[in-house]
């Protein structure tokens, strides 16, 4: 039985005795842009300055111990991918970033040397000019309550002593070597932690009904298939602290007497497969994992399934299925996993983040764990801020703020069309991916949490939060959500298969032209139609981006129809046709030809076109000798 | 205390109804399905069968479990509007050539979009022309009418164990597809035909010969005669909405003499040559301690099961011919002499409740010399067809009895149509053998029921029996006798439902009721019939004095026995995955049977491929991947040029492809 007293202590004894500890993001965002060149040079200028760097740090031993000038780790995700790659420099609480492999030597010398802060690498607020120099003062962060994420982009993912030092593993082993199934369950209940992965149902409910469904053997199964386009929360977490995941799962097998457990990732996240896998090895060969759980006798197996990447296999039956060999398509509930689940058997089924959350929850006790976020939805949630937002990344908050804190204060405020912050550009947010809803300017003020948003026609869904400015076209954005839907649809029940497409083709009607006010009328009913009868979850919510779009952009999808105009000017079919007043010497030769009089000027004067009235028919285009006309 | 649900606000006992949707049937509401089907896994993709329960909203009744005091609504203004709006959908990606198709009378789309009162449909036809799949003797896949409701596929697998079709790909692209897109019968497809007796559409149908039998009809030189199976009798009469009666086979006789065929006859009558030949066959394994238990062989989509699946299992498989082989070898024997035809211009026709008899007697070794024994196979739905066309009002025919000898059955031949009746006529024949009371009614009730799985014993446990019907009961009751866990003396197949009264040729029936009712009528007729046992019919014991001689005799070998052999699952033996240009290529095949799979073969192939790209050798090689080599045990299982590779490993392989690579750059 690992003694986690003495790890956590050693690792403390031996972290004492570095000076610095540099942590790079090894994130995936910012690994694209280049930090482990970062890492590198960093490492190879600390070794030129003379200096003792060790990037594994040995604290088993403590006749091993030694002391070193700088402690280098790779993290997982830290959060601000806008300005990756990102630097942290301990115990200064510095944070650069944009670092490129020439600014190491200058880190080196000053910043870890020395203490001075390099003001060019730090944050630099992009209206006012004001530098923040580290995630205590950056206003990304400091909005933020990063809790399931804490220790994501600080802990080294591949070193578990960090993790108990962190306080991991103390929950897990616990809940079994002090609580009992029943306790654990009402434990959390108590906390009242809703499922993150889009449902919000009651976690230690769900746990309960496993718990009380007989079975010879059950599961637990962690769903790791995020796939909603531009969401990267639960791949962070695998990547950045996979022992959280572990822990989660260990607490849920307790919960339910569960002795084998999957995690579910898509192969299209490689590094969270080989990391999850990397600390599934660790913790069994620790004993935290194996036939004998923290010396209790008990056994619990995990098992990575690497899934291929199909949308629908984030639905919990259809994940199931795709575990067993079969095609991962949803079956109908009831029976519900917790009654009959993998092969058969009782499986208790949740997502990355929640299981993140799991030991936090144990960690700090129900009552405390209930203090954030609103009555019915407590805790904090994690996003992925994308979009026309200054500040992208990955962010947590509490449920029940809103959605001005979110884009203005954290996000750092809207990009318009040119790229600049104006607030006014503001026009929508998707929230929940592709089967999430569209939130216009009178939500701004609307305190997010799972019942809010299912009462005007969003839902929380995974995660995923696109900003939008006022230079999208609502229709087109619809559009693209709905090609996703359409594509990913397994294809099993008829309206998702069926109403999905002719979705589809509709919307690419409108953005044509070539629809009437009877294909918006169709196009509002088959959305309903699907959303109420589709098997899955995927159906269900795949015509929320529609059905959000209408309702609050209605006007937009007329000027559509009616006027065959796009007011954003983002449906090339339908963009007007103008005359360049440069250009135009006011001959009056298209007026003339224009066969339904959309043009006026006068003789000699620039000629303007009325997009309303005309019908495209490009005649003043081929009249035009000036070639004014476009 | 009787449990109540109220369905319309009118009260149901609930009766242990595991689902609403039954409940309903109960309470004389047909609740609108594709995909709900009683003897297969619930699947819930078709969403037609939703309906309002008090409290929990909209859910498909299909998945639904009763509880007392449950209130539901089945037809509110909303379930019938989304029902509309989904058969639209159907309809928008649906052929609707509807007067073209042959289920156009029994079409559960049609019928729905005519309950619906459907009159326009709103969608824009989405559908893109997808090639049908013709390949197979006895079954037209049609993807153009595909609903995609899944019965096929589910029938295929958890009735059938066989899996030969499934869902591939996704989205408006998902279709029903057998491994790697192939024709049916380049595949394990054993024809039985559920597939197509399942399907709510014409999806997947028979595949008609009717033309082919007017021909010869139509052929002055031709002498058509035909044979009628046992299971026919009782069931074309539905096509006329006739109640079963034994009078519709005399009606049928009458019909085939205004068709034109010259002689009418009894597959029956070959069935009591079966039931002496296949008796005396166990009787002599059973005396000189032969290969037991054994299988019997009239069941043609078993027989080609077992070829794919157990060829362990072949030699216990009975040598004698199904009857429609053994009435067609016969008829080819003495009939040109009799009717005074030359055997070419004898055409024998076979109706049969079945579609895998299509393809039994196309078997090359069923053929001689360029005449086969059964020229053409026909189901009971084609001549009912072949009667409509020509116009008979069947239900007014005054029934004619059929042309002797080979028209001549007992009721032991009568019974094979029923699961359980070749092991009851078999009984009949050894019955005094083995000591076997049988009662004044000649019913063997042991073997008779509606279990797809039962056994006998009988004669003090001198003689086990086992009848099983649905090829998975099949695959079990193999797997019991391989692993020893089960010992028979006589082991029954039936490919389908019921048997042959249940074969996939016979017309749709919507209910298991239905079709029970051709089974107690098809033992009625054996009841009124004068003779219950085959070796009482005096025209077999004729025939065997006049040409066989006697039961398993030489003669009799010659041309009432055959032979089985191992068949592949995949009828190709590679899939191209990467051909080079040069002249002189050298080829390389790694298996990925499930078997070399396992062993690693998969990584072998990647590997081999990769190893080919970054060399930039692609040119000198043709790189395939085979189907199971059939060398299991010894596998991986790889060529390279000529060398023949077991227990492949890779470094092995990378060195012979470096040699033969170096050889061509020189």
């Known amino acids: 039985m690992p003694n986690l007293e003495q790890i956590r202590d050693r690792y403390n004894e031996a972290r004492a005795l570095c000076k610095k500890r540099v942590v790079i993001c090894a994130g995936t965002g910012c690994i694209a842009n280049g ?35 700088v402690y280098m780790i790779g993290s997982g995700c830290q959060g601000f991918c806008q300005v990756g790659p990102l630097v942290m420099i301990e115990p200064n609480g510095i944070m650069y970033g944009h ?52 220790d994501c982009g600080n802990v080294d993912p591949k070193n578990v002593n960090e993790y108990i030092a962190h306080g991991g593993y103390f929950a897990a082993r616990d809940a079994f070597t002090q609580m009992s199934s029943e306790e654990v369950c009402k434990l959390y209940q108590d906390s009242g932690l809703r499922g993150r992965g889009g449902g919000g149902f009651s976690t230690g409910l769900k746990w309960d009904f496993a718990r009380k469904a007989e079975g010879d053997k059950k599961y637990v199964v962690c769903n790791g298939d995020e796939g909603d386009p531009g969401a990267f929360m639960d791949r962070s977490i695998l990547e950045g602290n996979p022992h959280s995941v572990i822990e989660g799962m260990l607490i849920a097998a307790r919960a339910v007497g569960a002795d084998e457990g999957y995690v579910y990732v898509r192969m299209e996240y490689p590094l969270a497969c080989s990391r999850i896998r990397e600390a599934i090895k660790v913790a069994t060969e620790m004993g935290i994992l194996g036939d004998d759980v923290f010396g209790t006798g008990q056994s619990f197996h995990i098992q990575v399934m690497e899934g291929a990447g199909a949308f629908v296999c984030g639905e919990e039956t259809a994940l199931l299925s795709s575990i067993e060999g079969r095609r991962g398509m949803p079956n109908p509930k009831p029976p519900f996993p917790a009654q009959k689940g993998l092969f058969g058997k009782p499986t208790v089924i949740n997502n990355v983040e929640t299981l993140a959350l799991v030991p936090i929850v144990m960690q700090q006790g129900p009552e405390t764990y209930r203090k954030v976020g609103t009555a019915k939805s407590p805790g904090t949630k994690t996003f992925a801020l994308t979009g026309h937002v200054a500040n992208t990344g990955l962010i947590e908050v509490p449920f029940g703020t809103t959605i001005r804190e979110i884009v203005f204060e954290i996000g750092g405020g809207v990009l318009d069309k040119d790229g600049k912050i104006n607030n006014d550009a503001f026009k929508a947010v998707q929230i929940g991916g592709p089967s999430g809803g569209c939130l216009t300017r009178e939500h701004l003020d609307l305190p997010l949490d799972f019942d809010s948003l299912g009462s005007i026609g969003a839902m929380v869904g995974s995660g995923g939060m696109v900003v939008m400015n006022d230079s999208t076209c609502m229709v087109e954005t619809a559009r ?11 294809g099993k029940c008829v309206p998702c298969r069926e109403g999905t497409r002719q979705m589809l083709e509709m919307l690419e009607d409108v953005t044509k032209g070539e629809a009437t006010e009877a294909t918006l009328d169709l196009l509002e009913e088959t959305g309903r139609t699907v959303k109420l009868t589709s098997l899955c979850g995927l159906g269900k919510s795949a015509p929320n981006p529609v059905l959000s779009t209408l309702r609050y952009f209605r006007d937009e999808y007329e ?13 090339k079919a339908l963009t007007p046709i103008t005359i360049d007043p440069e250009i135009c010497v006011g001959c009056t030769l298209c007026k003339r030809v224009c066969p339904v009089g959309a043009i006026s000027g006068e003789v000699k004067k620039p000629h303007k076109i009325d997009p309303m009235i005309c019908i495209k028919c490009g005649a003043c285009i081929s009249a035009c000798k000036f070639k004014a006309i476009s | 205390m009787e449990k109540l649900v109220y369905i319309n606000d009118r009260p149901v006992v609930w009766e242990g109804e595991t689902n609403v949707l039954d409940l309903a049937r109960k309470a004389h509401i047909d609740i609108p399905t594709f995909c709900y089907h009683s003897d297969l896994s619930l699947y819930g993709a078709c969403r037609l069968c939703m309906v309002e329960v008090e409290g929990r909203g909209l859910v498909t009744s299909c998945s639904t479990e009763p509880f007392e005091g449950m209130r539901v609504k089945t037809h509110t203004q909303q379930i019938l509007q989304l029902r509309k709006t989904i058969v639209e959908m159907l309809l928008a990606n649906h052929d609707q050539e509807c007067p073209k198709c042959s289920r156009a009378n029994d079409c559960k789309l049609r019928d729905l979009s005519n309950r619906l009162s459907i009159d326009e449909v709103r969608y824009r036809r989405t559908r893109d022309f997808k090639p049908m799949d013709l390949g197979s003797e006895c079954l037209v896949r049609d993807p153009n009418k595909c609903v995609l409701c899944g019965d096929c596929v589910r029938f295929c697998d958890e009735i059938q164990g066989i899996g030969v079709i499934d869902f591939a790909r996704r989205g408006q692209d998902v279709n029903v597809a057998a491994a790697y897109g192939k024709s049916l019968q380049q595949v394990d497809c054993v024809n039985c035909g559920q597939c197509a007796a399942v399907c709510p559409t014409g999806a997947i149908v028979v595949k008609p010969h009717i033309d082919k039998v007017w021909e010869a009809i139509y052929d002055p030189q031709k002498t058509v005669v035909a044979q009628i199976a046992p299971a026919v009798r009782v069931a074309l009469g539905e096509m006329f909405n006739l109640p079963p009666s034994e009078l519709n086979m005399g009606k049928l006789v009458a019909a085939l003499r205004v068709i034109g065929f010259d002689q009418v006859y009894d597959t029956a009558f070959a069935a009591d040559l079966t039931v002496v030949e296949e008796a005396t066959e166990f009787i002599n394994r059973k005396s000189n301690g032969g290969k037991l238990p054994i299988f019997t062989s009239c069941c043609p989509a078993w ?88 116009g008979i009002d069947f239900a007014s025919l005054e029934p004619e009895s059929m042309d002797l000898p080979l028209g001549f059955a007992t009721g032991a031949g009568v019974i094979f149509g029923n699961s359980g009746g070749v092991s009851e006529a078999v009984l009949r024949y050894a019955a005094d053998k083995f000591n076997i009371p049988v009662p004044e009614s000649i019913v063997l009730q042991e073997v008779r029921g509606v279990s797809g799985m039962r056994e006998a014993i009988l004669a003090d446990g001198n003689l086990k029996m086992a009848v099983v019907h649905g090829l998975r009961n099949a695959q079990e009751l193999c797997d019991k006798i391989i692993s020893g866990e089960a010992e028979y003396d006589i082991v029954e197949v039936m490919a389908c439902p019921g048997g042959c009264t249940g074969g996939a040729g016979q017309p749709i029936v919507h209910s298991r009721k239905q079709r029970h009712k051709r089974t107690e009528q098809l033992y009625h007729a054996d009841r009124v019939m004068t003779l219950h046992r085959a070796q009482d019919n005096p025209f077999i014991q004729e025939l065997y004095k006049s040409l066989l001689e006697e039961p398993n005799s030489d003669k009799s070998h010659h041309l009432l026995h055959t032979a089985y052999k191992h068949r592949k699952r995949i009828d190709d033996d590679e899939l191209s995955l990467s051909t080079g240009e040069g002249k002189d290529r050298c080829k390389i095949r790694v298996c990925v049977g499930t078997s070399c799979y396992l062993r690693g073969s998969q990584d072998i192939l990647a590997k081999t491929l990769q190893m080919v790209e970054d060399n930039a050798w692609g040119n000198y090689f043709d790189i395939a991947a085979t189907f199971c080599s059939e060398k299991c045990d010894k596998g991986p299982n790889v060529s390279v040029g000529e060398t023949v590779i077991h227990k492949a490993e890779l470094s092995q392989i990378k060195d012979l492809i470096t040699k033969e690579a170096q050889r061509r750059v020189k």
Not at chain 1, 43 to 50: I, P, S, T
Not at chain 1, 561 to 566: D, S
Request: aromatic share 8%.
């Open chain 1, 35 to 69: 930090s482990l060149k970062v890492f590198d040079a960093i490492k190879n200028a600390v070794a030129l300055a003379g200096m003792e760097v060790t990037v594994s740090l040995k604290s088993e031993d403590p006749k091993e111990h030694k002391h070193h000038d």
């Open chain 1, 99 to 150: 670092v490129k492999p020439e600014d190491a030597e200058e880190i080196v010398s000053r910043s870890v040397a020395k203490d001075e802060l390099i003001d060019r690498l730090i944050y630099q607020d992009p209206v006012s000019g004001q530098g923040y120099k580290g995630p205590e003062e950056i206003p990304f962060y400091t909005k933020q309550s990063r809790t399931g994420l804490k």
């Open chain 1, 480 to 490: 693209y959500f709905m090609t996703f839907t359409q594509h990913e649809s397994c």
């Open chain 1, 559 to 571: 000027a559509h129809v009616k006027a065959r105009y796009c007011p954003t000017k983002n449906c």
């Open chain 2, 303 to 390: 027989v080609k099961y077992a070829e794919h699946n157990y060829p362990s299992l072949l030699e216990n498989v009975s040598s004698c011919q199904s009857p429609q082989q053994m009435f067609g070898s016969i008829a080819k024997e003495v009939l040109p002499e009799k009717l005074n035809v030359k055997k070419e211009d004898l055409v024998v026709v076979s109706i049969m409740p079945c579609t895998a008899k299509k393809y039994e007697c196309k078997r090359p070794e069923f053929i001689h010399d360029g005449i086969a024994d059964v020229d053409w196979a026909i189901t009971t739905q084609e001549i009912g067809r072949m009667i409509k066309e020509a």
